[in-house]
């Protein structure tokens, strides 16, 4: 807390009147200048630090439920008893405090020692395999060693930099608004403490599920006893004339958001081809560079097959009060000598290119190994592939939905991180089948839109509130039950919506 800033709410250590704080009820206060918020759940006191662990969002804001308290931000999860993190996008634990009372009243002075690791019975598994270095990866190899986990791990991954934040990559990082330093899920320490092999740079050729055996690109072998794939997707590239230029960049990686900086730092306009959520925060995070940024996409309505009419209609209006330039129901048919050639028209001085387009799964090493694979690989509710002992996670899974039954696959950071947080726990001995609703954030300048669920364009949706207002939750729903919601300044309703979702959308 800075030091111009006065703590909230009361000082614990004068004490509360225990009975103002009902059953579920929630109460922001302080320790010194440490924010502690102090609840009440099945009957008792407990408090934890007021600050989610992962970007320092309001707990007090958020939902308790079921002795647990979700962030409203992007909804981590935490023990309302141990302060332990139970889902992403949060991995740390916040402080757990020490509640007294007496005479009526509730004090909180001094922290608890951290809660020791959950007692999970010895899993038969000592040697896991991992392929892919992503969200769901990284999540399955930390939360493994994190539950007690005393097998090998192996992480392996294309990638040139050890885990990192990669929604910050066209975010608050792109824009020039977070240090490079703030991108690394864990420092490099961590990896070598925690006995996690992890091998940047690292191509796998392919694996023989009869074998057990994964090939690298270099003829090196691994065996294992699970394996998990979590591969992810790649940017499309469309196949346009002049797009496969060195001033036409796609977004998936650190190195790819060093690359649209360096291209910034030297030029003055710039075109965003696609008007998906990654191709419109670009334009913000550009548009913050103080690029002259114009935005081409065939729909007339950003976002209106995702979130509506009403809420694409408001996310144009906020970039172009920014000074975006949209281009819509427009095609790009070719771009040389810093010409973007359309369909109808032309957009001269373009400095570079930035691709929005969408990603398609890389599921090759699934099918050269004879998986099932269908728009995805096609796993059961336990994430388990038609191999034995091969799971996968993130973009590449194709799982049952809970709530429709169907098979859907899901191109979420958050979603891809508790798919292999599950994973890690399944792994340890915990059962039941993978449920978590899927959940995303995101920013356009100050702006943010969260949604919870997955949604077919088709479904049919009520607004609550004003969307113009920035105050409105759009319901989706399908044969009765709430399929997904999108809220911009409604956490609350967000987080009650994820709630009744994991519970089926009724």
């Known amino acids: 807390m800075s030091k111009d800033k006065k703590p909230a709410g009361p000082d614990f250590t004068r004490g509360v009147l225990a009975s103002d704080i009902k059953e579920g009820a929630m109460l922001l206060g302080h320790v010194g200048d440490k924010p502690v918020l102090l609840a009440r759940s099945d009957g008792a006191l407990h408090a934890i630090g007021a600050e989610c662990s992962h970007y320092h969002g309001p707990l007090a804001e958020g939902l308790l439920a079921e002795g647990k308290v979700?962030?409203?931000w992007h909804h981590a999860c935490f023990d309302l008893r141990t302060g332990k993190a139970l889902a992403a996008p949060a991995i740390d634990a916040v402080a757990c405090w020490l509640v007294e009372e007496k005479s009526g009243k509730a004090f909180v002075r001094r922290e608890k020692e951290a809660a020791a690791s959950a007692?999970?019975?010895?899993?038969?598994?000592?040697?896991?395999?991992?392929?892919?270095?992503?969200?769901?990866?990284?999540?399955?190899?930390?939360?493994?060693?994190?539950?007690?986990f005393e097998g090998e791990i192996t992480l392996l991954s294309a990638d040139a930099d050890p885990p990192y934040d990669r929604p910050n990559c066209s975010k608050d990082y792109l824009a020039g608004q977070a240090p490079k330093d703030w991108m690394p899920l864990r420092d490099e320490a961590f990896y070598k403490d925690a006995r996690i092999d992890l091998r940047l740079k690292t191509e796998v050729a392919g694996f023989d599920p009869k074998s057990r055996k994964v090939v690298l690109a270099d003829g090196a072998t691994l065996t294992y006893e699970i394996l998990v794939l979590a591969t992810g997707a790649e940017p499309q590239r469309p196949r346009i004339e002049g797009l496969e230029g060195a001033n036409v960049h796609t977004l998936r990686s650190l190195r790819d958001a060093e690359a649209i900086i360096a291209a910034a730092g030297k030029a003055k306009r710039v075109a965003i081809v696609g008007a998906s959520f990654i191709g419109l925060e670009v334009a913000a995070s550009l548009k913050q560079r103080g690029l002259d940024v114009h935005v081409v996409a065939p729909e007339t309505v950003p976002l209106e097959k995702v979130m509506g009419e009403e809420?694409?209609?408001?996310?144009?209006?906020?970039?172009?009060?920014?000074?975006?330039v949209f281009h819509l129901g427009r095609k790009v048919t070719g771009f040389s000598d810093g010409t973007l050639r359309l369909d109808?028209?032309?957009?001269?001085?373009?400095?570079?290119?930035?691709?929005?387009?969408?990603?398609?799964?890389?599921?090759?090493?699934?099918?050269?190994a004879g998986l099932n694979v269908d728009n995805g690989v096609v796993t059961d509710d336990h994430l388990r592939t038609s191999a034995d002992g091969v799971y996968a996670a993130g973009d590449i899974a194709r799982y049952p939905d809970p709530v429709s039954g169907k098979p859907i696959r899901v191109e979420h950071w958050v979603h891809a991180e508790r798919q292999g947080q599950y994973l890690a726990r399944l792994i340890m001995g915990e059962d039941g089948p993978f449920h978590d609703p899927p959940y995303f954030w995101s920013s356009h300048y100050d702006k943010m839109i969260s949604y919870t669920g997955h949604a077919k364009g088709s479904d049919p949706h009520k607004v609550a509130g004003s969307v113009k207002k920035e105050d409105a939750a759009v319901r989706f729903h399908s044969d009765g039950h709430l399929t997904a919601i999108a809220t911009i300044g409604r956490d609350l309703d967000n987080l009650k919506a994820e709630q009744k979702l994991e519970h089926g959308g009724r």
Do not use: S
């Open 70 to 72: 979700h962030c409203p």
């Open 119 to 148: 007692e999970h019975p010895r899993p038969q598994t000592r040697r896991v395999v991992i392929v892919g270095g992503g969200a769901a990866g990284f999540a399955t190899a930390e939360l493994l060693r994190r539950e007690g």
């Open 344 to 368: 109808k028209g032309k957009l001269p001085d373009i400095d570079f290119v930035v691709l929005g387009v969408g990603v398609k799964p890389r599921t090759e090493l699934a099918e050269a």
């Open 311 to 324: 809420i694409g209609a408001w996310v144009q209006k906020v970039h172009e009060k920014k000074g975006v």
